[in-house]
């Protein structure tokens, strides 16, 4: 199918995609809105509400080997690290474990590297990751080993400076942390690229990714960007809030997390504290069938018989990060034709360049607070945005800013959802 026409099938199917979201248009209250907050969480698919009731009925909290519902519990476990392994490409389920939260799993992560990691060698974080993707590595390499910790730079479009960044690799470079995407300002990092020009200087750099602001929005392949580690989070993509940690194998059965002494010492199992949350696998599942379903019965009915999974989870993210960039070019159009001495976008506002950011918009409005903007565009419009730092680093230590409004758009979105916002900006400024 034409790659035009698939996105056509995303514009003209929005009714029936929006209905797979109750709360979309109306929050529990009943209040009419217009959710422009899927940086802060996407809204949970229908499917994956029902499968958390079901789950909670059915399962049996252990996996087990004997009684059906100790079985079913064993099964769900596997279904969930499979279809995870194909969403991102994994070579094998037994390389995803779960947990609360990314922010959970990155400090477990980190944690587990204590014995792996000399003080001679230097550690990367940038400047334009969730704190997440920072705080648990300056943590452990930083202030526990002792090992020098080195900042990438952001330029002044709040992309990464990846010249800056190459320029701190040597050959003792023992870990980089790194997003996919800002979850500030929407921009996307060319992990690819950058990962191999790491490699050439420190062959054995442990990289690792968070991928919470991109899972929505495009198509991860691990192997293809080359990555040794890799977090999302399932309430950033229409599921339930649960921390998804991929490692590549020969590292994860090296490590050492936390670990009850009782407990399997074995990967994926070593990496997860406790008992799974059964519901919230099951939601996750449900949710990651949704995309599933966006393909086959609503995108290309016609292939669904002749794509594996991997290739149906590869096709449709590729539709949703094309269709990202159209609700980006309408939201970047519709910028220039607002007073920019009032309102100021923080990002790359380029249209050639819309290809290279999520449709992840941070802005300021001249003499009014974030706070108040995000009070006024819901008292006057039934906009939901953001404000806060939130929790990024190029806010928090580079701007320095305690606030920023946030507006983040997706595939649920329509295009006449752009022009709504732009609209009520207009009015507010
Ligand atoms: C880019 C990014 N990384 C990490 C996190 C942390 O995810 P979690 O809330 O699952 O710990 C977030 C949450 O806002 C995020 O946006």
Known sequence: MQKNKRLE????????????????????FGNKRTYLNCGAGTITVDTAVKAIEDAARRSHPMPGEVYPAEIATKDLHWEVRSIAADFINADSPDEISFHLSTTNAL????????????????????NLDHMAN??????IFGEEIGCEVRRARIDEEYRLDIDHLLSLVDENTGAIALTMA????????????????????????????????HALHGSIDV????????????YKIFGPMLGILWGKKKWMDKLSPYRVETAKDISPHKFEQGMLNNAVLAAFKAALEYLLWLEKEVIDPQEKLNLDRRACFSKVMQTIEKYGTLLTKRILQGIQRLD???????????????????????????GISAAEVKKQLWLESGIQIADGNHYSAAVYRVLKRPSLCRASFCHYDTLETADIFLKALNEIS
Do not use: Y
């Open 134 to 139: 920072v705080s648990p590595w300056e943590r």
């Open 340 to 366: 920019p001495s009032r309102i100021r976008f923080l990002g790359i506002t380029d249209l050639e360049m819309a290809k290279e950011r999520d449709p992840t918009f941070a802005f300021e409005i001249e």
């Open 182 to 213: 800002a979850n500030a300002f929407g921009s996307i990092v060319p992990l690819k690229k950058i990962i191999a020009a790491v490699r050439e200087k420190s062959p054995d750099c442990v990289v690792c990714i968070d991928a919470v602001h």
């Open 9 to 28: 099938r995303i514009i003209s199917n929005h009714f029936k995609i929006r209905q797979r979201f109750p709360l979309l248009e109306k929050d529990l």
């Open 223 to 234: 192997q293809d960007i080359d990555c040794d580690f890799l977090a999302f989070s399932g």
């Open 107 to 126: 400090f477990n992560l980190a944690f587990s590297f204590q014995k792996h990691i000399s003080k001679k060698q230097n550690l990367i974080v940038t």
